[in-house]
């Protein structure tokens, strides 16, 4: 019996489990973005437009806490109570009710 013939048998096994592991884990990593877009998906819209208003008002923020000598809390404030004057209570007061 050749020596390197246990050797090989266990580099197989190893390899098989090696192939298994990546197969389970592609699996599982699957299994969960499909879960994580399952639970984010009704919240995307809002997610997007939350985005594009947050990069729309950028420059604005910058501003106004170069005003506020740096303060972030006082022109986070500042920006939402403009926000919300200029673009939240206007359509919420036009749209149509339920």
Known sequence: MEPSQ???KHAAETSIQRRFDWIFRLAATGIIVVGIF???QPFLSALLVAGVLAIATWPIYTRVRKALRGSSTWS???MLLLILGLAVI???LFAEPW
């Open 6 to 8: 246990p050797h090989t």
């Open 76 to 78: 986070a404030t500042v």
């Open 90 to 92: 206007p359509i919420s």
């Open 38 to 40: 399952l639970v984010v």
